[in-house]
């Protein structure tokens, strides 16, 4: 079935192994996973962004040893 797209499209950016994909697709799936740890407010991204953040904890212990697998996706 056709994807049918009403309005703006804004693509800033796509590098490394970033996908910008229009229209039908069966199945995406991950090439690789990363992990990061940033505080309130660090991750986002927008044109018109304002963020007040008082306190900002971080909690950076990971006990499991694997998050998420994508060897069977290359």
Known sequence: MP???????????????????????????????????SGAGGGNTGDFLQTNTFCSVTNTVDPDVFD????GNN
């Open 3 to 37: 994807a049918i797209v009403i309005g703006g499209i804004k693509v800033t950016n796509v590098s490394g192994n970033g996908t910008v994909n229009m229209g039908d697709v069966l199945q995406i799936a991950p090439k690789s996973t990363a992990k990061t740890n």
């Open 68 to 71: 998420a697998g994508a060897k």
